[in-house]
Antibody
Framework: EVQLLESGGGLVQPGGSLRLSCAAS????????MSWVRQAPGKGLEWVSG????????YYADSVKGRFTISRDNSKNTLYLQMNSLRAEDTAVYYC?????????????WGQGTLVTVSS | EIVLTQSPGTLSLSPGERATLSCRAS???????LAWYQQKPGQAPRLLIY???SRATGIPDRFSGSGSGTDFTLTISRLEPEDFAVYYC?????????FGGGTKVEIK
């Protein structure tokens, strides 16, 4: 059974940093591209970032480019999102999501999400 | 980037009725790379449809997708109580991936 378990969310002040993790199990992690998708409270879905199987190719939404860094450790079956220079508008539930093939693709499995709150 | 506009924003229907949800793209979605998701309160989205018309594993056949180019439709033939939720479309034909704003299907 595919499982994606996010962690690392919490309350952080504007300008601060946070690192999210997503532990994957139930599938060969190293053979699938992965993404982070976020959802602000009461709002819709926004794709944040994606990464290829090896980690060699990364993609970002304009809203986070230069502030967020996606990475993965295939030996630990874990996806990461390093978030720096956080802003109030980054407040959201962050989901990790698995794609079927390729980075720019649909998402066949999602984690349950971790809440990031940026506030003073 | 491709902007997806979903309509209506809210659909009020009764169980057993047919639901028709629209997703319109600001430019053509290549190869009909469009997906639909269902999201219930407090839950992660669930994949329903990919490739505009292919049902994901385990999705009941009352859900169907159609369309191409810039106009896509998700149809729920007969609403079951568990179908009342928010539905999102997503295009993956070009980067960045984008989602529509969602359609809420509520009980009338």
């Amino acid at each position: 059974e595919v499982q994606l378990l996010e962690s690392g969310g919490g309350l952080v002040q504007p300008g601060g940093s946070l690192r999210l993790s997503c532990a994957a199990s139930g599938f060969p992690f190293s053979t699938y591209a992965m993404s982070w998708v976020r959802q602000a409270p009461g709002k819709g879905l926004e794709w944040v970032s994606g990464i290829s199987t090896s980690g060699g190719k990364t993609y970002y939404a304009d809203s986070v480019k230069g502030r967020f860094t996606i990475s993965r450790d295939n030996s630990k079956n874990t996806l990461y999102l390093q978030m720096n220079s956080l802003r109030a508008e980054d407040t959201a539930v962050y989901y990790c999501a698995k794609t079927l093939t390729g980075v720019i693709h649909y998402f066949d499995y999602w984690g349950q999400g971790t809440l990031v709150t940026v506030s003073s | 980037e491709i902007v997806l506009t979903q309509s209506p924003g809210t659909l009020s229907l009764s169980p057993g009725e047919r639901a028709t949800l629209s997703c319109r793209a600001s430019q053509s979605v290549s190869s009909s790379y469009l997906a639909w998701y269902q999201q219930k309160p407090g839950q992660a989205p669930r994949l329903l449809i990919y490739g505009a018309s292919s049902r994901a594993t385990g999705i009941p056949d009352r859900f169907s997708g159609s369309g191409s180019g810039t106009d896509f439709t998700l149809t729920i033939s007969r609403l079951e109580p568990e179908d009342f939720a928010v539905y999102y479309c997503q295009q993956y034909g070009s980067s960045p991936i984008t989602f529509g704003g969602g359609t809420k299907v509520e009980i009338k």
